[in-house]
């Protein structure tokens, strides 16, 4: 059923070499879970949240905007279409997913080390996206620029928790809107080897992703064995809840469903104001639009890769504000990925959210309430995993590092615990004995190289050391190694002959169009 | 088995009371968990590492130092003693366990409204332990004083996260060595009537806590239906790891067991020095200190009531620092909640650990790593849960404030998801319909006031509201809570004779020995 059905770990002792050249610890591409799931709901309670959904889908509706082609395919399809209101009979959107769409699929990478399966027991950790504004301590908040948006692909190429390099990681406003997405694709596909995100703007800019994407790739853009382009670019495509897709993501979604290339339908929900108020309500919902989108796609192009999304905040009754790391989203998204792995499709949703402006104890104790349930649940595809301020309005340099090596510790949780004679140590235990200490016994010299995970930017010094070395806090050591990164970076080898023909494919299609901001 | 078996839940109006009282929505005195426990290892793991305790015991032994009748005690049971050295038959130890200790038990408090229910599936979060400093972000790290600790357990009775005065919260070093557990115990009384801790530094103060406890509790410290003293003061025992008891922990210990109060019995553990670097081999061994400690209980008085605990931290191998909110940590957290549920006996383990020297990003991040797992895991006494700073040497003021937000979080998560009619929320789906916005719909109107976790100290206006508002961070915001608390604090009220009586036993006590040090 799967396009890309072999699990790819080939690549190894490039990645490894990588990993040396930037004196790092080789690190996988991405992760596989060695952990059980955590699951809040029983078979009963997630049951029930299905059958609302089918109800939702049956008896409600969802309504597809300003795409007669899209009404026409499910009409096609035996949906009972009203104007724009499209209802499917239950059970139909289950049955064309789990009938067509892989379980898992690889996402290439131009650097096949870095190439990543996305699905199953596997965990990416993406950096965040859709920011206008950038903040770190030194200049504050601002607008996002291209400068900005290249020193987060880079910071992202530099850290081995982060496995992908995200999409419109900040928006450069200092380009023109119709245009701009062009040098971020570019930027993604010349400062990193990691794999990215297409533009969902509009169905053009997708089609540049495409095209750029072609270029990049050459000879290995289509797969000998099945004919069709392989899967290089992944794309964000929300709902516009309640229980809406408009004509900008639905024509998005056609062309790169059409070039085999992923989707990631998400519902965006703020709770309260675009789903109800409750947990099981908005499960409900999300599954019942996630479910359609997922449907239209294996409509459009059967087969093609799609991943169930769920982006759901708590907000504040009192003022509309939303809210981040609340318990209710993490609620959420357990029941979530649990409803996704029921289903057999590969989950996205989490991340280190917080509402937060600043690199603060508030903004680190959102992230963590977010990512760890990201981690646990099972997400697949863990967008907004690094940078993440301000609920999404600004990407933070210091708040990257922060959440980067937040990502190192869920590497390291992932692992589990090892049951070998070795992670027993009942050896060291005979060895020491009462009242004696581990820190010279055999045992403790054979493994303390890996023995705990160690942060690059946490203080675990006496006060009197932490005194001594200026008292900084968190948020000051993130800033002293963003700078120190960035002003190491060196740029993964690139063919000149495909940059030359990437930066014509921009000229020509900047030459084309006048500048525009829609 | 158990000698408080009944599960007390009355008193409801008195705490509803207090509550309004003190400006809050109604808060129970625990909470019951609705969620189920994250596990990471199945039944065979589990197995193994049982199986590596009993061999711990049986072969390698435990030492019970300075303390000839607790050797005695063992010869007495059938243990093979030599020397100072206990080796135990496997089983031996959960087989006292199992035939004596409850499962789970009250411990009073007296207020009845706040007597909390230990073990099975309820929570208590319980102040931080042990600290010689005290830190604000106004004066900085000092060493505390008792007004200090006055302010650190009025701060506790005011948080309705919180369940649980505490014991040491911080040392009052003001006061002489030898006194000073008079003074703490007395605080804990006069200024909140949740449950605390006793002292456990040489026998005498464990007796002294005892007499004051049976002062404050008049006519309710002995249970007419057993004869015997109801639990109203519960005790940290730690172990010297590795595999070793001292004559003072030894001593505290057989005082309560012989006044039916409970003991926790807690392997202290920085792993790579007191255990091996493995999670699973300082499981193994804090499987086996714990059980000796226990069954030594049940040894000295079946029945008494026992805690499961186990405190690990991870270390800097580079520097031998401890770090803390890592992922080994929490991995053996896991495991031994686990254990303890096997074994049958509540567990205490996590809290809101960190190495930070401030309330910073590191403070809340590594706080979250401890606190979810803490929640996740099913510890049933989570020590540590508020104002634990700098590895533990330090109370924080706004790190308690931020820690309490974080506690009543965790009481949300564990309520898990409502599947009612009303969770499900079907009518406000129908109801708004595609496209349209839920705020003003009839099932938000009668849900908004408790749909999400509202924090009282995070930030989520607008960045322009935020900048209006004087760019506070966390740690302002929290300093300014902590502040308008103690304003505002009110005494629970004390029967007036009661406080002279226990006045006058401090007082007759105090004038019993010199001042000293030690």
């Given at each position: 059923m799967s396009t890309n059905p072999t699990r790819r770990r080939s690549g190894g002792s490039e990645a490894r070499r990588a990993s040396r050249a930037e004196g790092q610890a080789p690190q996988p591409p991405y992760i596989t879970r060695n952990i059980p799931y955590y699951e809040v709901l029983d078979d009963d309670g997630l049951s029930i949240i299905e059958n609302n959904a089918d109800t939702i889908l049956e008896e409600i509706g969802i309504d597809f905007r300003d795409d007669p082609e899209a009404l026409q395919i499910w009409r096609d399809a035996g949906a009972d279409v009203q104007g724009e209101?499209?209802?499917?009979?239950?059970?139909?959107?289950?049955?064309?997913?789990?009938?067509?769409?892989?379980?898992?699929?690889?996402?290439?990478?131009?650097n096949p080390a870095r190439s990543v399966r996305i699905g199953g027991a596997n965990t990416v950790f993406v950096p965040a996206y859709g920011c206008p504004f950038v903040h770190d301590i030194d200049r504050g908040r601002r607008y996002?620029?291209?400068?900005?948006?290249?020193?987060?692909?880079?910071?992202?190429?530099?850290?081995?928790?982060?496995?992908?390099?995200?999409?419109?990681?900040?928006?450069?406003?200092?380009?023109?809107?119709?245009?701009?997405?062009?040098?971020?694709?570019?930027?993604?596909?010349?400062?990193?080897?990691?794999?990215?995100?297409?533009?969902?703007?509009?169905?053009?800019?997708?089609?540049?992703?495409?095209?750029?994407?072609?270029?990049?790739?050459?000879?290995?853009?289509?797969?000998?064995?099945?004919?069709?382009?392989?899967?290089?670019?992944?794309?964000?495509?929300?709902?516009?809840?309640?229980?809406?897709?408009?004509?900008?993501?639905?024509?998005?979604?056609?062309?790169?469903?059409?070039?085999?290339q992923a989707c990631i339908v998400t519902p965006f929900i703020l709770a309260g104001a675009m789903s109800p108020v409750t947990v099981a309500g908005t499960a409900a919902q999300t599954l019942a639009e996630a479910l359609a989108g997922m449907a239209f796609v294996q409509l459009v192009n059967p087969g093609a890769p799609v991943v169930f999304g769920?982006?759901?905040?708590?907000?504040?009754?009192?003022?509309?504000?939303?809210?981040?790391?609340?318990?209710?989203?993490?609620?959420?998204?357990?029941?979530?990925?649990?409803?996704?792995?029921?289903?057999?499709?590969?989950?996205?949703?989490?991340?280190?959210?917080?509402?937060?402006?600043?690199?603060d104890a508030q903004a680190a104790s959102e992230s963590a309430n977010t990512l760890l349930p990201t981690t646990l649940g099972g997400v697949n595809f863990a967008l907004h995993t690094a940078g993440w301020l301000e609920g999404g309005l600004a990407m933070g340099y210091e708040k990257f590092i922060m959440d980067a090596d937040q990502a190192g510790m869920m590497q390291t949780l992932l692992k589990g615990v090892d049951l070998s004679e070795n992670g027993q140590a009942m050896d060291a235990i005979r060895e020491v004995g009462p009242g004696k200490h581990f820190l010279g016994c055999n045992h403790t010299q054979l493994n303390f190289k890996t023995a705990f995970y160690l942060s690059p930017i946490c203080d675990n010094n006496s006060f009197e050391q932490w005194d001594a070395d200026g008292r900084l806090d968190m948020a000051q050591r993130a800033n002293a190694r963003w700078k120190k990164l960035l002003a190491d970076y060196q740029p993964p080898e690139l063919d000149p002959a495909i940059d030359a023909a990437l930066l014509a494919y921009i000229e020509q299609r900047k030459a084309s169009m006048p500048d525009s901001n829609v």
């Open positions: 209101r499209v209802r499917m009979p239950r059970g139909m959107c289950r049955k064309l997913i789990q009938d067509n769409a892989p379980r898992e699929f690889t996402q290439h990478a131009r996002g620029t291209i400068e900005d948006f290249r020193n987060f692909v880079k910071l992202a190429y530099l850290s081995p928790s982060i496995h992908h390099s995200g999409g419109t990681i900040c928006e450069p406003v200092d380009l023109p809107v119709n245009k701009r997405h062009l040098d971020m694709i570019y930027s993604h596909m010349k400062y990193s080897d990691k794999c990215f995100m297409g533009s969902v703007t509009h169905p053009e800019r997708a089609q540049d992703t495409i095209e750029m994407a072609r270029i990049l790739f050459g000879d290995n853009w289509i797969d000998p064995d099945t004919g069709k382009p392989r899967t290089c670019v992944i794309n964000l495509i929300n709902a516009n809840s309640p229980m809406t897709f408009d004509d900008t993501m639905l024509g998005a979604a056609k062309v790169y469903a059409r070039a085999n769920s982006f759901a905040s708590s907000m504040s009754m009192q003022s509309g504000a939303p809210t981040f790391g609340t318990p209710e989203p993490a609620l959420v998204l357990y029941v979530m990925a649990n409803l996704a792995r029921r289903l057999g499709v590969p989950f996205r949703s989490g991340g280190s959210f917080t509402a937060s402006k600043v690199p």
